[in-house]
């Protein structure tokens, strides 16, 4: 295991103080419990939108903090859920007494966690409110789920919500926005290698040299098969099938698109693979209204990529186009 880390035992709470330090004027990092939260949270009025997941899939969740997208995020140990006691010391911080938006990823660890911490804030008089992201095509069930694992459409949920949160939509309001995102976005990604989690120093699963894993997971779970290595063109085009049958889109749809690298991927080989995208979707007579192309949901250091699809009106364009200033993304500000 080759890494730049000191102890692995200590890896996250070291790469959390150094996200502090590098953005003092975004967001502000607590150690007891470990979460994250907006410079300037609570802001009375304002309903506070919160997520988090284990690390290793930087730069979410923690670094989609701050003005226009999530006022707090709580990340747990690599792959491993946040505590209860994380989510509602982060869901205390955000509440501005608008009441609070939980945006929790399809692992079961996680939706314990967050419904243990929802109870535990409503009890003392806060109002409390969830959706749960499922949008992995590739299977429907999997090693941590029940259904459909919760990936690429979770970056986009968090954008628009906190758009929307920041406009000053009540809490039902963002909630109903937050299920309309996960209705209409589709994802499926793909593996070339496997990661290494700090702690356990070896390799998370084995690919031949040859080989390529299609429909993977962000923690490293099998997706749909092990196939050869086939060309960027081929992979894409296999993915975005699937995505498109899935929902199923249809010509004359807009979309938001994003070709997400899972952290070893070069963005030479990612805009490769959006130019691929385009074509395909070109064909099919889709619109390619908004893109993101870069690492937004990773897994630590795995190459491969996915492809995320959201089919938008406008009100879901015009929340995407409102400013937003977070270590992982940013524009309007």
């Known amino acids: 295991m080759k890494k730049l880390i000191n102890d692995p035992q200590e890896a996250v709470r070291e790469s959390l103080g150094g996200l502090a330090l590098a953005h003092p004027d975004i967001l502000k990092v607590c150690l ?61 911080a955000a509440d501005g007494g608008a009441g609070v938006l939980h945006i929790v990823k399809n692992y079961t660890g996680d939706i314990m966690n967050f419904e243990m911490a929802a109870e535990l804030c409503q009890m003392q008089g806060g109002e409390v409110r969830a959706v749960v992201i499922n949008d992995d095509v590739a299977v429907e069930d999997s090693l941590y789920t029940a259904g459909r694992r919760g990936v690429g459409t979770t970056v986009l949920a968090e954008k628009i919500c906190g758009a929307a949160a920041e406009r000053r939509y009540d809490l039902a309001r963002v909630e109903a926005l937050c299920r309309k995102v996960n209705e209409n976005g589709r994802s499926m990604g793909m593996a070339l290698t496997s990661c290494t989690v700090p702690a356990a120093g070896r390799p ?27 060309s960027a063109r081929e ?9 498109l049958a899935d929902l199923p889109f249809r010509s004359g749809d807009r979309v938001i698109a994003m070709v997400n690298g899972m952290g070893g991927t070069p963005l030479m080989e990612l805009y490769l693979v959006y130019r691929e995208l385009a074509d395909v979707l070109k ?13 937004y949901i990773t897994s630590l250091e795995m190459a491969g990529c996915s492809i995320t699809l959201l089919r938008a009106d406008d009100e879901l364009l015009s929340l995407w186009d409102d400013p937003v200033l977070t270590p992982g993304l940013r524009w309007g500000i």
């Open 235 to 243: 992979i894409t085009e296999r993915m975005a099938e699937a995505v």
């Open 32 to 92: 007891d419990p470990v979460y994250v939260s907006r410079v300037d949270a609570p802001i009375q009025g304002k309903v506070g939108v919160i997520s988090g997941g284990g690390s290793g899939h930087e730069p979410m969740h923690a670094g989609f903090v701050g003005k226009g997208m999530l006022d707090a995020a709580c990340p747990g140990q690599v792959f491993t859920s946040p505590t209860p006691d994380q989510i509602e010391a982060a869901t205390r």
């Open 283 to 295: 064909g099919a007579g889709i619109a390619l209204a908004r893109r993101l192309v870069g690492n």
């Open 204 to 230: 998370t699963f084995e690919l031949g040299e040859n080989e390529m894993e299609m429909g993977i997971g962000i923690h490293g779970e099998p997706g749909r098969e092990r196939t050869a290595l086939a």
